[in-house]
């Protein structure tokens, strides 16, 4: 009787654990979606940010518009951008989760970072189509 209740817990135990294993695989719902695995889609967004100081030059400038323009031509709505003056907002927690001291353009997804600062201000403004290649050769993989 002792090894039937055992067999029985165990078999419940690894039922559980396969189910909870399967739960965002969208394949098991009707419309795609499943409300209990929201948090963990959130997490695994592809997002943009663009740190910045409250004076900006041309360069600066251009960083952000031709980042947004690409995300915007590429991406539509998948991919969120943030623009954050760090001198404004000094509080903003991505500032010290992401260790910016200066102008930062970063891709996030997840725990993976990717900085592009130095392809954005090399490229921005003389070539913007060189930054936008960059920009969608980064994120494509992370969708």
């Known amino acids: 009787m002792k090894n039937v209740l055992t067999t029985l817990a165990l078999l419940l135990f690894l039922g559980v654990g396969s189910l909870s294993a399967q739960c965002?695989?969208?394949s098991k719902t009707t419309n795609g979606t499943d409300p209990s695995c929201a948090t963990k889609q959130k997490s695994t967004a592809v997002k943009a940010y663009y740190f910045h100081a409250t004076?900006?030059?041309?360069?600066?400038?251009a960083v952000e518009?031709?980042?947004?323009e690409a995300l915007k031509e590429y991406y539509g709505d998948k991919v969120v951008f943030e623009s954050i003056n760090r001198e404004e907002e000094k509080?903003?927690?991505?500032?010290k989760k992401y260790k910016i001291n200066g102008q930062t353009l970063i891709i996030v997804?997840?725990?993976?970072?990717?900085n592009l600062t130095n392809d954005a201000f090399l490229n921005a403004?003389?070539?913007p189509n060189k930054l936008k290649s960059k920009i969608k050769a980064t994120i494509d993989p992370m969708l």
Do not use: F, M, W
């Open 24 to 26: 965002c695989d969208k």
């Open 55 to 61: 004076r900006r030059c041309a360069t600066c400038e």
């Open 65 to 68: 518009a031709v980042t947004k």
């Open 91 to 95: 509080e903003n927690p991505n500032i």
């Open 109 to 114: 997804k997840g725990d993976e970072i990717v």
């Open 125 to 127: 403004r003389t070539s």
